[in-house]
């Protein structure tokens, strides 16, 4: 049952349009361009995480998990602080195996030895969310549901962020998963992004932010040395 309040975002601004924060066993869909802020929102989400007290799980699918960790320490964060012989994060990678067959799992990283492989992925997922199940909250980042979509297939990924999302429901993690414009507008895809409770669509100077039962908000958006500053404004009409 969920017990814990707002789950911060780490954005500047943001907390404020989502009345404190994230909504424990939610799950948020960042849609953006590639290199236009949403990984930048999914780095801040998970360090905030680390910050406050909280386990942090890193899947990515597009970069090693040392490029991942160097653009942490790139933020200004130590994870030397979060790791030894109880670790307060784990980094699921599925794009080393493509290159090198060889690598096994350590106590931070684990592999997934094939990206296709949903089943997988969702086991070391949940692995890793028992491990940190004793931290008041694990903040789950999937980069990127782009590229899942595009080494599986849109059911296969539906299936599997459907499961995931069951999975947090009930408890205090949030899932912050990303998606890119061209993947989210193409009708396969629709399903998908009816899973989240929170959508954040990106351009180019402003933020959109929609949440099940409210209405819409925009708001200028800034990206800053080391993160992000969501303008403070009004609510937008409510669209049809």
Sequence with gaps: MVKGGPVKSGIRGLDSVLDGGFRPGSLCIVVGEPLGGKELFALKFFCEGLELGDGGIYVTAVNFAEEIEAEISDLGLDLSKYGGESPRYKIIDLYRPTVDFTVEDTDIVSYVPAPTDLAALSSKIVESISMLSHLPHV??????????????????????????KAKVQLSDNVILALLEPKLAGEAETEAILHLANTLILLEKDCVEIRRRGRLPVKRKIKIIDGGIKIAAGSRSKEKD
Excluded: G
Excluded at 143 to 152: G, H, K, P, Q, Y
């Design 139 to 164: 903040r789950i980042v999937i980069d990127s549901l782009s590229s899942i979509i595009t080494l599986a297939t849109p059911k296969a990924t539906l299936r599997f962020l459907s499961f995931l």
